[in-house]
Structure formats: structure tokens, C-alpha cells
Nanobody, 125 residues
Framework: QVQLVESGGGLVQAGGSLRLSCVASGSILSIQTMGWYRQAPGKERELVADISSGGSTNYADSAKGRFTISRDNAKKTVSLQMNSLEPEDTGVYYC???????????????????WGQGTLINVSS
């Protein structure tokens, strides 16, 4: 079973910083894209930033200049450094990975899109 476990959420004042981390585990052959999505209260889940296995990054307009995504392919981790946080950044942040993995040892390797359980970030004004 392929899993993503996030850490680093919490409560922060506007203008502050937080760092989110996510580690993938399980029967994984390779990981293509890793990224972070956010779901604000009453809104749909949206992309914050993602990064390819080669290091190419993609950011939502709201994240450009404030957030930095990075990954360690050997450790199967992805991180999101968030600076100058605003109340509009409040929401549940989900780690995402597009992998070639298998759900159990008897299954063949195939594409598995995996999500973490989510971590809450609350930015107070």
C-alpha cells in the first residue's frame, strides 16, 4: 500500500511562516509529480504548487513569490515552505503524488495517484 503522511500544519499569525513536509512510503517503483493542494472552507480543492521528478515547479498565482516547493527523490519527500502567510491561505493542505506503485505485494505495479490525509493551516489576522 502506498501512503503519504504530512506534517507541519498549525495555527500562525498573518505574516508568519510554516513549513509542510510529506513523506511517501510503501511499494513504490517511482514517483513522478509531487505537490500540495489546498481546500479552503466551502471551496473546492485547488493546486498550490507541484514539482516534477526533474525539479520543474508550478505554482498557483496566489503562491508565487511566497511559497517554495522542494523535494528529495531519494527520501521520497516533498516540502512546502510558506512565508508571508495571509488569512486567505487558511485551509486543509493535502500532499499529492503520482506514482508507479502497487497496492499490495500480489498486485502488479501501475499508476497510483495518492493523497495524504490533510493537515490544517489556520492563519489568523
Amino acid at each position: 500500500q502506498v501512503q503519504l503522511v504530512e506534517s507541519g500544519g498549525g495555527l500562525v499569525q498573518a505574516g508568519g511562516s510554516l513549513r509542510l513536509s510529506c513523506v511517501a512510503s510503501g511499494s513504490i517503483l517511482s514517483i513522478q509529480t509531487m505537490g500540495w493542494y489546498r481546500q479552503a472552507p466551502g471551496k473546492e480543492r485547488e493546486l498550490v504548487a507541484d514539482i516534477s521528478s526533474g525539479g520543474s515547479t508550478n505554482y498557483a498565482d496566489s503562491a508565487k513569490g511566497r511559497f517554495t516547493i522542494s523535494r528529495d527523490n531519494a527520501k521520497k519527500t516533498v516540502s512546502l515552505q510558506m512565508n508571508s502567510l495571509e488569512p486567505e491561505d487558511t485551509g486543509v493542505y493535502y500532499c499529492y503524488a503520482s506514482t508507479i506503485g502497487r497496492s499490495d505485494l500480489r498486485s502488479a505495479y501501475r499508476r497510483l495517484d495518492v493523497w495524504g490525509q490533510g493537515t490544517l493551516i489556520n492563519v489568523s489576522s
